[in-house]
């Protein structure tokens, strides 16, 4: 059954990140698999939806120098905290994807892990990735493909610290 999107609001999202904040999974393999389709990570670079900051802190390791800026924005504080003291060097913003606080052409690349699931207008945040992006930036957008064969097992592996109702892609509706 589809999920009603109406009964979930930005705070459920914000206080259901904010409880799990120290609980969230992170698969090395899976961040690693996914940096590799980028092999130039330069400039401004901007992960929204940031989260604990696993995925920034690999690309400020595999850009290096080429790296002007790192930013990060998200709507829970304590994941913010967490990416701070990973990398203390990056610009953090509590905010919201769909309305983000940034300048026009402001950026080299925007790269949104896992996040889709969670916009309430997938519309609005697309409008400001391209609004915040420079003219030969690119964008990189991931989350599970709910045609994968081990789907299932995904599912049921999270559901106990999924904080908020969420919804899938398949490849077809992502492209
Ligand atoms: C599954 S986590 C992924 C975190 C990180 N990108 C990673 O892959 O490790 C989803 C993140 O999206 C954030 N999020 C969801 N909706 C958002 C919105 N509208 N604006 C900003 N952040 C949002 C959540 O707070 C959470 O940190």
């Known amino acids: 059954m589809p999920i009603d999107r109406s009964i979930v609001t930005k705070k459920d999202i914000e206080a259901g990140y904010d409880a799990i904040a120290g ?20 400039g401004d670079i901007l992960e929204a939806g940031v989260g604990q900051g696993t995925v920034l802190k690999k690309i400020s390791e595999r850009g290096g120098h080429h790296i002007k800026s790192l930013t990060g924005i998200d709507l ?26 940034f300048l026009d052409n402001s950026f080299d690349l925007v790269i ?13 945040a697309l409008a400001e990735v391209k609004r915040v992006l420079r003219s030969n930036g690119k964008f990189i957008v991931t989350v599970p493909n709910r ?3 081990l789907f299932k097992n995904y599912i049921k592996s999270r559901k106990n610290i999924q904080p908020v109702d969420d919804r899938f892609f398949d490849f077809k509706e992502m492209k």
């Open 76 to 101: 829970s504080s304590r994941l913010l905290e967490m990416t701070k003291k990973i990398l203390p060097q990056a610009m953090l913003v509590k905010g919201d994807v769909e309305i983000m606080p």
């Open 112 to 124: 949104m892990v896992g996040v889709f699931p969670y916009l309430l207008d997938i519309d609005k």
């Open 147 to 149: 045609k994968w064969l």
């Open 23 to 42: 609980k969230m999974y992170v698969s090395e393999e899976y961040y690693n698999d996914m940096l590799a389709i980028e092999k130039d990570f330069h």
